[in-house]
């Protein structure tokens, strides 16, 4: 190649140019960000409106349904569900991934904005969310004292939430466990009723006698004043002292009818380490920031406060997540250098030289560090991805090298200098080495153009992949030979080892051209044993799980605990404790920190306990035996619904971390939920299934209020301040705020404990009827005990139940739902009712779906390249039939490894297609060349096959080489890699050796077949040509000619004269 030339003389240039490329390089390195996968924009957002007080019923009608009505006009909404909980609705969009998720967070806005006035008076604005991956909270700080609760959450609200929202790169930081100041009026129902006072009575006099208004401007000569009216109270004790009514001339004050405390907000949450309250902070990232950067300015943040903390107060990091993604990434690397060093030496035991093997080590890191350039270029991230990229790229990087290396030493041997043998090399082999780099980027192109999320997820990966290619190529072309021409040197073949190791390298060589000789031979029985393995291989498929994608030991879990429907916070706080005192035994168990409750109300049954493990090397057990454990130790409280799970690394959007989620949607509640617990209860008795729930759940306690309208409208109350009036008194309501030291404090009016503890209290209430008068509720309503729901369900606009649970022992996902549906065909689900799968199940098989695509359209792009490259439409079949071959090792190597069919494994089968065809490449272009040179096809083969032989092996070992470090998956996060290491070694491995046999032989059928074609279309044509006529015989005259003498010079032996005898007679050709 004429480029291939120019770099071999001139390379000073050449060296430059590349030196270049790798100062980018390594500049590029230190401002490309870390993360443990790539970012996936997922176009979800979230709508939450709190309706404080109210019943999930009450919230489903008057918030929900007026909510998703609104949202299901705007277009392009892939899915839309809801969950609906005591004060608190919650609508979550899921759009289609094209659409821009800014725009339709917009959309959204505009829709809410326009039903504002529909939704009722007493719930919030609606909180509108875009889904974003880095909303999981990248690290957890516990803050704890021997002091009050209330001075611990002032101090993390005031001194360490400020702190650490002001670092570059954090998004947020959230509290639990904290309870904010609030005062407080306990109104008496035997007082306000002695007095003549209902409770909106008392709201009145708090809004209008605790307030400031402006009253305009004053102009005083040449001044201007603002004029404002302070009514605002002053202190705690005003609030007792304010006046709300006279009677008979006397005031009531309010302190007459109410207590008034400065206290705290009724706890929603709390948080405990290791059994010590305290208040937590969640720390989350700005979106696209580097995790680790930002969690180490926290922590150095961290260490100034503690310095300032009073005597007492501990701030300690229990949770971070930055620790696993510098581990894994730590751990990707070194799999990056283990398999480069493992691939050079592939090639010093080949080549038995340390100058060829410095040849072909340089073009690793020459292309991993270049390549790094174009990650910048492209926003990429050092992530397990584009490492796993990097480290896959190691075999196909050095290939290239290897082939030139290998050309260019058998050039030498033959006798030619360096620089001649390096051109000759090059113009030999670089039509081969663009024809597989081409094939492998029309590989990895599709994989980075997936449809879906995961398209979205390996985006990164396949062009990380196809920038390397490209790089290694160009080095490949250029660096590679001028880089031979002038080191490469043919050592002391003489040596005791050169000759013993030649010796054995010569006789494989023999050995498989008598083999391929064979095989020329029984064409058709090479063909039908190859076709029987790869149906043989197949049989493997039942015996291999599938599952979206591989659970990783990070070192920690969490437990999920809701206790009894009703529960208050501190009996689900005892309840906790106790699950945290069983925890605590399991083995390698570091910290335990709970969190009780929630941000709302109507989650006080709910706990949360965070474990984390120490570390890796320091533990004899894995995170999944220590939840067994824990599962088993646990046992014990079934009455409780517990879940024990793998931190989720992806959050927000309502997204649920059970491995199996199987949602029944219908009209019908309770006809759903009968189902959903015919379901749960086979799931119970199938092994490998565990914390086996649903969604929905009854049996919550409620007080029903029935209204008489009738007699309500005869005392003239209305039904919406009858409401109001009892959120008032039961639930508790801010009706103003009290200002102090710049801060404001909200004033909630509630009746006191033992007048809103059960009916008959209740029935008590005051009301003000429309002629001032005071009645009591139950003149006006009926009260009563009942049971409703706990969370309501809707799935585009229908109600649904979600029948959760999570595997173990190892029961791949495939199966288990093969088994649920199984399960819902047995019970027969009704007309109306339908059962589809959501979550990990639902995201594999759109996953499968994608990649198999993939697989197809790089199965065409490789033909179309190979079909350009080589001028044939036959001989690029001929190559891709080493497909095949490979899928049985890949098969295999799952099997025996034990790894399951997932998203890296099925990309692991889609490289080897990029892979195995490189050998068949080499063979069949050189095959090529030979034929063109004059030989014969099948002596073409036989010779092609023993020279290709050794650049074969080579290239195939050094792949393989460069996968086992994956392949082993010992290291953090090494879990989601191994089946993607297996796949490639056991597919590379067969590939290759069958690859040497089988193409061959193909290619002799397929170049007969072909012949046998042109023979035939040959032999129709020449037959359908039309007989030409033939033009009449002359008449033949035979006439009497003179005899002529020819005379003939015949050349004589040198030296001799010349002489009439040398000269003969030549018969004329007439006679």
């Known amino acids: 190649m004429k480029l291939s030339e120019t770099a071999v003389r001139r390379p000073v240039l050449t060296l430059m140019a590349f030196s270049a490329l790798i100062v980018f390089g390594f500049v590029a390195y230190r401002s490309l960000g870390m993360a443990l996968y790539p970012d996936v924009d997922m176009p979800m957002v979230t709508v939450t409106v709190a309706y404080e007080g109210a019943a999930p019923k009450t919230v489903e009608t008057e918030v929900t349904e007026e909510v998703e009505e609104a949202l299901a006009t705007i277009s392009g909404i892939k899915s839309m569900r809801s969950e609906t909980s005591e ?23 505009d829709k809410m904005s326009g039903i504002q006035h529909e939704l009722p008076d007493d719930s919030e604005a609606p909180v509108i969310e875009k889904f974003d991956p880095d909303s999981v909270p990248i690290m957890g700080i516990i803050l704890a004292g021997n002091s009050s609760i209330r001075q611990i959450s002032q101090l993390a609200e005031d001194v360490v939430k400020p702190a650490i929202e002001g670092i570059n790169g954090v998004g947020g930081v959230q509290l639990a466990g904290d309870r904010e100041r609030e005062i407080r009026i306990w109104l008496r129902v035997d007082d306000l009723e002695a007095h003549n006072l209902s409770a909106q009575d008392v709201v009145d006099t708090l809004r209008t006698g605790n307030i400031e208004l402006p009253g305009g401007r004053l102009e005083a000569g040449k001044q201007e004043l603002v004029v404002k009216t302070k009514g605002r109270i002053g202190s705690v004790g005003d609030f007792r002292r304010m006046v709300v009514a006279r009677r008979n001339g006397r005031p009531i004050r309010l302190e007459n009818v109410a207590y008034v405390e400065d206290g705290l907000e009724d706890r929603h949450s709390l948080a405990r380490l290791n059994g010590q309250p305290a208040v937590s902070l969640a720390v989350r990232q700005q979106s696209g920031s580097n995790m680790v950067a930002v969690a180490r300015e926290v922590k150095s943040a961290l260490d100034h406060i503690r310095e300032t903390l009073p005597a007492g107060y501990e701030l300690l990091v229990v949770q971070d997540n930055s620790e696993y993604v510098e581990r894994s990434v730590d751990e990707a690397q070194g799999e990056l250098v283990r398999g480069a060093g493992l691939a050079v030496l592939v090639i010093l035991l080949f080549l038995r030289s340390v100058r060829g093997s410095l040849v072909a080590a340089v073009t690793i890191p020459a292309t991993i560090i270049s390549t790094y350039v174009f990650m910048l270029a492209m926003g990429f991230t050092i992530n397990t991805l584009t490492l796993l990229a990097l480290t896959i790229s190691v075999g196909m990087i050095i290939d290239d090298s290897i082939v030139v290396l290998e050309n260019t030493w058998r050039h030498m041997q033959e006798g030619k200098s360096r620089l001649q043998a390096a051109i000759a090399a090059m113009d030999e082999i670089g039509f081969a080495v663009i024809a597989t780099s081409l094939s492998i980027a029309a590989v990895f192109v599709p994989v980075a153009f997936m449809e879906g999320i995961i398209g979205q997820f390996f985006y990164e990966f396949g062009m990380t992949v196809t920038f390397a290619v490209v790089i290694s190529t160009l080095i490949a072309l250029f660096l590679s030979p001028m880089l031979c021409a002038q080191i490469l040197k043919i050592g002391n073949t003489n040596g005791r080892l050169y000759q013993a190791s030649e010796r054995i390298l010569t006789g494989i060589e023999s050995t498989y051209a008598w083999m391929l000789g064979v095989a020329l031979r029984f064409r058709w029985l090479v063909v039908l044993v190859a076709g029987g393995v790869f149906v043989a291989s197949l049989m493997l498929l039942p015996m291999i799980g599938k599952e979206f994608t591989p659970e990783a030991d990070e070192g920690q879990f969490q437990v999920q605990i809701e206790a009894p429907t009703g529960s208050s916070i501190e009996q689900t706080s005892l309840l906790a404790s106790k699950i945290e005192d069983i925890i605590a035994t399991v083995p390698a168990v570091q910290d335990i920190y709970t969190t009780v409750g929630g941000q709302y109300e109507g989650q006080t049954s709910v706990a949360q306990v965070m474990v984390k493990m120490v570390d ?43 491995a199996v989620q199987y949602n029944l949607r219908g009209d019908n509640l309770d006809e759903l939920n009968e189902i959903a617990d015919q379901v749960m209860t086979q799931m119970k008795d199938s092994p490998g299934f565990v914390d086996v729930n649903k969604t929905s759940q009854t049996g919550k306690p409620e007080l029903s209020i029935d209204i008489d309208r009738d007699r309500a409208s005869d005392l003239g109350v209305k039904v919406e301040d009858l409401g109001k009036a009892i959120n008032q008194l039961v639930g508790g309501q801010a009706v103003s705020q009290f200002e102090t030291a710049g801060e404001n404090i909200d004033v909630r009016v509630r009746l006191v404990g033992g007048d809103r503890q059960h009916a008959a209290a209740v029935e008590r209430l005051p009301i003000r009827a429309g002629n001032g008068d005071l009645s009591e509720l139950k003149e006006i ?48 689900l009704p007309a109306g009712v339908t059962g589809v799968f959501t979550g990990k199940a639902e995201m594999m098989a759109e996953s499968f779906a994608s990649i198999i695509f993939a697989l197809g359209l790089a199965v065409l792009l490789t033909y179309m390249v190979l079909a350009a490259q080589f001028e044939s439409f036959l001989h690029p079949l001929t190559i891709m039939f080493s497909l095949p071959l490979s899928i049985g090792g890949a098969l295999g190597g799952l099997a025996l490894t034990g790894r399951t069919l997932n998203i890296f494994s099925m990309i692991g089968m889609v490289m080897l297609l990029g892979l195995v065809t490189k050998n068949a ?27 290709r032989l050794r650049p074969i092996l080579m290239t195939a070992m050094s792949t393989i080489a460069g996968m086992i470090p994956i392949a082993i998956g010992l290291g953090e996060g090494a879990e989601t890699r191994a089946p993607m290491g297996a796949c490639v070694v ?6 290759t050796l069958l690859t040497l046999i089988v193409i061959p032989v193909v290619y002799s059928l397929a170049d007969g077949f072909a012949e046998k074609v042109k023979s035939l279309l040959f032999a129709q044509a020449k037959q359908a040509e039309p007989t030409p006529e033939l033009p009449p015989e002359p008449e033949t005259v035979i006439e009497e000619v003179e005899p002529t003498v020819v005379l003939k010079r015949v050349p004589r032996p040198a030296g001799h004269g010349v002489q009439a005898s040398n000269f003969t007679p030549a018969p004329n050709p007439a006679t």
């Open 87 to 109: 004060g608190l609705s919650q609508v979550f969009l899921e759009f289609e991934l094209e659409r821009d998720v800014d725009i339709a967070a917009q959309d959204v806005r």
């Open 616 to 658: 890796r090397k320091q533990r004899t057990i894995s995170q999944f035996e220590a939840m067994r454990l824990t599962r088993e130790l646990i046992a014990p409280y079934s009455h409780l619904r517990i879940t024990v799970d793998p931190i989720a690394r992806l959050g927000g959007g309502g997204m649920r971390s059970a």
């Open 781 to 828: 309503a009926e009260v009563k005990n009942t049971f409703g729901p706990v969370t309501i369900e809707r799935q585009n606009r229908r109600r649904q139940v979600t029948v959760l649970a999570n595997l173990v022992d190892g029961k791949p996902l495939g199966e288990a739902v093969a088994d649920v549906e199984s399960m819902a065909a047995g019970i027969g």
């Open 921 to 947: 490449i080499l063979l069949v272009d050189y095959t090529n060349l030979l034929r063109r040179g004059g030989m014969d096809r099948d002596e073409a083969l036989k010779k092609a096959g023993p020279v």
């Open 986 to 991: 056991g597919g590379m491995i067969t590939s």
